[in-house]
């Protein structure tokens, strides 16, 4: 890992009307829209989605750092995220991330263990530390085979 601080830089170019580019070097372009719920098209990233998109992708890549360095085998990981917009303070914002996790690891992996390193990505995972809304963790283990 590189000594801290990172610097991360985005674009974001569009008109008064239609979608707007998002890009970063070295990687694919994503094109972005207001939501349904804010008179957007649907069927494009929106900021919103793409939050909740980058709690789960932490939630995972946390996970696969901490499993590694606890030497948990696991086979497969899948987290579905809900953000939760809402008013409050007299601002909208996001209040609350649920997280619903299936993990499977290997037969006759310790499950506690697996259950701690879980809860440990989820205190870790430097999205959700970085945003005041809520998080909830639900979890599911099941063994391979």
């Known amino acids: 890992m590189q ?14 009307q239609g979608d ?13 829209a207001p ?10 990233w929106s900021p919103e989605s793409l939050l909740v998109a980058a709690v789960a992708d932490c939630f995972v890549l946390t996970l696969r750092a901490v499993a590694r360095a606890s030497d948990l085998p696991w ?19 996001f209040t609350a991330f649920d997280l619903h996790v299936k993990l499977e690891v290997a037969q006759g992996a310790d ?18 530390q970085s945003l005041s809304g809520a998080t909830h963790l639900t979890t599911e283990i099941v063994s391979a085979g």
């Open 20 to 32: 707007v580019a998002l890009s970063a070097e070295g990687v694919a372009s994503l094109a972005s």
């Open 35 to 44: 939501p349904v719920e804010f008179g957007g098209p649907g069927g494009r």
């Open 111 to 128: 499950v506690d263990k697996a259950t701690r390193l879980l809860q440990k990505a989820e205190a870790s995972c430097l999205i959700t």
């Open 75 to 93: 086979t497969r990981v899948q987290c579905a995220v809900s953000g939760t917009l809402d008013k409050a303070g007299g601002k909208t914002r």
């Open 3 to 16: 000594a801290y601080p990172h610097h991360y830089h985005v674009d974001a170019s569009g008109g008064p």
